[in-house]
């Protein structure tokens, strides 16, 4: 898309074996002045899934999140004694380009327009706050500042994961640590799909039943093999506008 003279394109997906989601920003100055561009992820997370008592069953028991140069992001760290569940319930937002500033407090970041739309540090035009996060449910925002001349472009990527632990986050980050590595990903990640899909497809007289397995299915599939929420629901979406055609 195209504002203010500045274009900007957006590539997200979820890499192979990678526990997160990755995006990939470029941004190109069409205009004939230099300008000054900030990029500002920011993610809330509802980690549940402990077995614990009754009103302990969330993550934020003993919780705390801060910058951390290792990770070159924001990495929040939870521990319960519940967590027996899953291992997974620490997280990391980091990215392969300078942070100017980051914010771990929720309410400092939206403020009282409690909005993702209209974040009021943003609407400030200033630095984020910088100030770390105690308790609570995991938020993060860092900001990315780059100047760019007239007719210059410049690729930036953010990676944003579910870790155990903070080793696991240094290897998020290493993924993505330069944009070579990102696009090297983004490949892999092309050809592990069009081998997934390619592994069942049918052709027969039936053109319904082609649609059914070749598409709708194996979009069913997808849903559950990433766990996501409602899996069930999705997939009788799924199959229910199995006699949809795509086209």
Known sequence: SVKNEIEVSVKIYVPNNFNGIIYSVNIKNLSSKKRNISVVPASKMLLTGFEAPRFCNIQNQVSYGDFDE??????????????????????????????????????????????????????C?????????????????????????????????????????????????????????????????????????????????EKRLDYFVNIWLKRGLEYCLFKKAAVRDNLQFAHGITMTDPI
């Open 125 to 205: 035009r200033k630095s984020l706050d910088s100030k770390r996060a105690l308790g609570g449910f995991p938020f993060a925002a860092v900001m990315v500042k780059q100047e760019l001349n007239p007719g210059e472009c410049v690729d930036m990527d953010f990676a944003l994961a579910l870790v155990s632990d903070k080793h696991e986050a240094k290897n998020v980050y290493s993924a993505i640590s330069s944009h070579e590595k990102v696009e090297d990903l983004f490949s892999e990640t092309i050809e592990a799909i069009k081998s997934r899909h390619s592994a069942v497809t049918i052709c027969t007289p």
């Open 70 to 123: 290792s990770v070159n992001g924001y990495f929040y760290n939870s521990l319960n004694p519940w967590q027996k569940k899953h291992n997974k319930y620490c997280a990391v937002l980091c990215t392969n380009a300078i942070v100017d500033s980051f914010e771990g407090e929720e309410s400092e970041f939206f403020g009282s327009n409690s909005s993702m739309s209209y974040p009021y540090e943003l609407l």
